[in-house]
């Protein structure tokens, strides 16, 4: 499994150096397009705890109750880096049901998946579609900010 060693947003940026331009390009989009979502670094969560354990660079924040009842920290977007693609995850629904697949084969990506989507250069991304996805995402969590909550439970 591809691991980032890093414990800090400049620490996350640079460990990749190769691909240290892609996530900067993917930042300031996010920080351009959905500003009321504050940047942070998500250090995951320790091995024990309930939660996913990869790290990644957050926008926004949101508390839901696991399974077992623990309260657990996630990112509205999420950005992280995989063995081969950057993924953008996004715990936020339209009607019920998960906000990306709604954009998918419209953002340039390679894959995506139920909840997220991933590529491998950011000159790959449609911007105006991506651009639309995480305006409307924050959009969504501004006027909703339990969304996020309702999704990650599966309701």
Do not use: C
Not at 105 to 114: A, D, H, M
């Amino acid at each position: 499994m591809f691991k980032v060693d890093a414990d800090s947003l400049d620490a996350y940026l640079k460990f990749d150096p190769k691909r240290r331009g892609e996530l900067e390009q993917l930042d300031a989009l996010l920080r351009r397009t959905a500003p009321m979502l504050k940047r942070h670094f998500h250090s995951g969560t320790p091995a024990g705890e309930a939660g996913m354990r990869m790290k990644m660079i957050g926008y926004g924040k949101f508390r839901y109750a696991s399974r077992s009842g623990a309260m657990v920290e996630w990112p509205v977007i999420g950005v992280a880096l995989q063995k081969n693609y950057i993924s953008v995850y996004v715990a936020v629904t339209k009607a019920g049901v998960a906000l990306v697949p709604a954009y998918s084969g419209k953002l340039g990506e390679k894959r995506t998946g139920g909840n997220n989507f991933s590529f491998e250069r950011f000159d790959d991304l449609h911007l105006a579609q991506v651009s639309k996805l995480l305006a409307e995402a924050q959009h969504i969590f501004e006027a909703d900010p339990q969304n996020p909550v309702r999704y990650m439970q599966g309701e």
